[in-house]
């Protein structure tokens, strides 16, 4: 099994910046691929963006591309999310994942950390 936590959640103006870190205890990290979900309260979990095994390839909802870069660093077994131009609307718990293939679709993904929030004010 791989255990990930997540970590780099935290309050925030509108148009600032975080950036989040999953950090995977397993040796074996970078068999995954790596993915990053968002939930805010009331709404269902949201696919955010995703990275492959060797952080060739990445993919990103709408909503997020071109603010939100996610990057890999499997020597550290960890995935980072970087947030710019943060909206009120990016306000969520954060989520990583770990499973076999690149995809947007949550139940791909076999494992999960317990999530980080997020909060980003107008």
């Known amino acids: 099994q791989v255990q990930l936590a997540e970590s780099g959640g935290g309050s925030v103006q509108a148009g600032g910046s975080l950036r989040l870190s999953c950090a995977a205890s397993e040796g074996t990290f970078s068999s995954y691929s790596i993915a990053w979900f968002r939930q805010a309260p009331g709404k269902e979990r949201e696919f955010a963006a995703a990275i492959t095994r060797g952080g060739i390839f990445t993919t990103y909802a709408g909503s997020v591309k071109g603010r939100f870069t996610i990057s890999r660093d499997n020597a550290k077994n960890t995935v980072y999310l970087q947030m710019n131009s943060l909206k009120p609307e990016d306000t969520a718990v954060y989520y990583c994942?770990?499973?076999?293939?690149?995809?947007?679709?949550?139940?791909?993904?076999?494992?999960w950390g317990q999530g980080t929030q997020v909060t980003v004010s107008s």
């Open positions: 994942a770990a499973g076999p293939y690149t995809v947007a679709q949550f139940r791909q993904y076999e494992y």
